[in-house]
């Protein structure tokens, strides 16, 4: 089982519409990232987070410590968000990210 | 700043061939992490860096594969004898200090295929 999990796994979704991407892990975390990957794309860092909330353009992260779960929320969704959005923590004293798998998303004009 | 630079984008080569991929971090940047796409195991750490020193290759594969950091703007990553099953996406990320608290920027990766 992989300690960080994503939902919904693929989302279609017209434009305009308010996207919400959730991930939820098991272990104790010192960081929490929001990547996003266009087809074919590099990654981007999207956001970085340990607590509360972070708020970019469009892009809204939220993250509930206690109840280990993040989500990544997109207002007025334009087909140039389609992309796959990867969330990954790191623990204290650990370099290392650990992935989900990833949310394909695609809206639709 | 230029960002992560990696090269070469795309690489198509012969199963036994030697792989060399290449990486600039991002000036001042002390941290850096090698990591690999597929489809099936999505993006894995290879091997990351602090200070031009590497901490933990535990997701090197196998022997074949080797990673150095001769200075603070340079890192390679290489296979040796490269294999069908290296077929990737391989990707090189640069962080400013040493704890696990700072943004990672990536590069735009470089796609391996091995005949």
């Known amino acids: 089982k992989n300690e960080v999990e994503q939902s919904p796994q693929n989302l279609t979704a017209q434009e305009g519409e308010f996207i919400t991407i959730n991930c939820s892990y098991s272990?104790?975390?010192?960081?929490l990232h929001w990547l996003q990957q266009h087809p074919g794309g590099g990654i981007v860092s999207l956001f970085m987070?340990?607590?509360g909330k972070k708020k970019h353009g469009r892009l809204i992260a939220t993250i509930n410590i206690q109840e280990k779960h993040s989500s990544l929320h997109i207002t007025a969704s334009h087909p140039r968000d389609s992309a796959v959005y990867i969330c990954a923590v790191s623990s204290f004293g650990n370099e290392k990210l650990t992935f989900g798998t990833g949310t394909r998303l695609t809206i639709i004009p | 700043d230029a960002g992560v630079i990696q090269s070469p984008r795309h690489e198509v080569t012969e199963m036994g061939q030697e792989v060399t991929l290449r990486c600039k971090p991002i000036s001042g940047h002390n941290s850096l992490f090698w990591y690999r796409q597929t489809m099936m195991r999505g993006l894995e750490l290879l091997i990351y860096?602090?200070?031009?020193?590497?901490?933990?290759d535990s997701g090197m594969p196998e022997d074949r594969f080797s990673a150095k950091m001769p200075n603070a703007s340079f890192s390679t990553l290489k296979i040796q004898p490269s294999e069908p099953r290296d077929s990737a996406v391989y990707f090189c990320?640069?962080?400013?200090?040493?704890?696990?608290?700072?943004?990672?920027?990536f590069g735009e990766g470089s796609r391996l295929t091995v005949l």
């Open positions: 860096f602090n200070n031009n020193v590497p901490i933990d």
């Open positions: 990320a640069s962080r400013q200090g040493s704890t696990n608290t700072g943004e990672l920027f």
């Open positions: 987070l340990s607590s």
């Open positions: 272990v104790g975390i010192s960081a």
